[in-house]
């Protein structure tokens, strides 16, 4: 006996990985679901898996996120169907190759789908979610947000921009009912690494999650009320002593007077 729909959940990318495993997690917490992605047969699984195991209904939508059609078709759905209280922005690529090796057609693709459709899709969520009082955004971003150095810089500043999209979100929508996660992720066992061209079993074992744990984690955080959950953080004193110097930065970022270490050499 299955139990009371909590309404829809939109994932995108939900075809493998992350993405599925949300699809899976998500059904069986009671939510109904519109899962997106470019591959329809792997989505067609899942969803017969899921509808007969947990009850729910489970619509399939296949669907290009770098194509404007294509992502134009998953945002006419956030607009219409005020069913659909959890967006999980997940799709995503990664592109291997430095900014001077790598193909920049295939790096803009990687924009388009990392940064550029999650944007429209949580931007078409938001206002349908603000409008009826409740909802959730999870934004899918990366450790690399934070630590640029160790890969692509392209990538991680496609998941720099969802970090700070998502804190930007909730500070929008506090007080409207709307909840906003942004999840960073380190490296996880997924395709994303082989489709990068990148060896994710050359990483230290003690390095690499496993994408069931990964997503039940990031969960975890959400039920605990966490605007930033990054899985594999020890201690969350870690990321509070951060965002503490952050903040402490905005008084002096923007001055009507250069820094005196900046004017004494002009000077000079």
């Given at each position: ?62 669907a290009d996120l770098t194509q ?89 500043g496609t998941k720099a921009f ?97 820094a005196e270490r900046y004017r ?5």
């Open positions: 006996m299955s139990i009371q729909s909590r309404g829809k959940a939109l994932i995108t990318g939900a075809s493998s990985g992350i993405g599925a495993v949300y699809a899976d997690r998500l059904a069986k917490r009671g939510y109904d679901l519109i899962v997106v992605a470019r591959n329809k047969e792997r989505l067609e699984a899942l969803a017969a898996r899921l509808e007969q195991e947990t009850g729910r209904k489970i619509e399939v939508v296949q404007r059609s294509g992502l134009a078709r998953v945002e006419a759905i956030l607009d219409v169907d005020p069913a659909v209280g959890f967006l999980v922005n997940n799709a995503g690529i990664g592109v291997g190759g430095t900014i001077l090796e790598a193909d920049v057609e295939a790096l803009d693709r990687m924009v388009q789908l990392n940064a550029t459709a999650p944007m429209r899709l949580a931007s078409a969520a938001a206002r349908g979610m603000a409008a009826r009082g409740a909802g959730t955004i999870v934004n899918i971003a990366s450790v690399l947000a934070l630590t640029p150095e160790l890969f692509n810089g392209v990538y991680s969802l970090l700070n999209l998502s804190m930007s979100m909730q500070n929008e929508l506090t007080g409207k009912g709307v909840r906003v996660q942004a999840v960073l992720p380190g490296a996880t066992r997924t395709e994303i690494w082989e489709r990068a061209g990148v060896d994710v079993d050359g990483f230290p074992p003690e390095m690499v999650m496993s994408v069931d744990e990964m997503v039940d984690a990031a969960l975890s955080g959400l039920d605990q009320g966490e605007l930033i959950t990054v899985p594999s953080l020890p201690d969350v004193k870690d990321w509070n002593a951060f965002e503490t110097a952050r903040i402490a930065l905005k008084p002096n970022l923007s001055r009507s007077h250069a004494s050499a002009h000077a000079a």
